[in-house]
Nanobody
Framework: QVQLVESGGGLVQAGDSLRLSCAGS????????MGWFRQAPGKEREFVAV????????AYVDTVKGRFTISRDNAKSTVYLQMNSLKPEDTAVYYC????????????????????WGQGTQVTVSS
């Protein structure tokens, strides 16, 4: 089972950028589709982005399309989330998650579809 550790969160102003990283260990990273989720206070954890095992395909929630980009480097066992044009409504704890699937094109979006989770990193966007 892969272990995941996120980093890169912080306090920024609206319009700024941040890049989150999620480092995996204890497993073959390319065996996992990787997702980013976020959870704001009082709200359920929501899907943000997913990337397939070898990076062939990605998918995003509509609210971040055109602003966020997910990418991965399997040689470094790391997945990234580049967040541009941040808005106050992007404020949340961001989590990365791993889904152990065999289909290289599978893009899971559901919380229950993921096997392993990081501890989360706080992103706060001030207006």
């Amino acid at each position: 089972q892969v272990q995941l550790v996120e980093s890169g969160g912080g306090l920024v102003q609206a319009g700024d950028s941040l890049r989150l990283s999620c480092a995996g260990s204890g497993g073959t990273f390319s065996n996992y589709a990787m997702g980013w989720f976020r959870q704001a206070p009082g709200k359920e954890r929501e899907f943000v982005a997913v990337i397939t095992r070898f990076g062939y395909n990605t998918a995003y929630v509509d609210t971040v399309k055109g602003r966020f980009t997910i990418s991965r480097d399997n040689a470094k066992s790391t997945v990234y989330l580049q967040m541009n044009s941040l808005k106050p409504e992007d404020t949340a704890v961001y989590y990365c998650a791993a889904n152990s699937v065999s289909n290289i094109l599978y893009k899971p979006r559901g919380v229950d579809e993921y096997d392993a989770w990081g501890q989360g990193t706080q992103v706060t966007v001030s207006s």
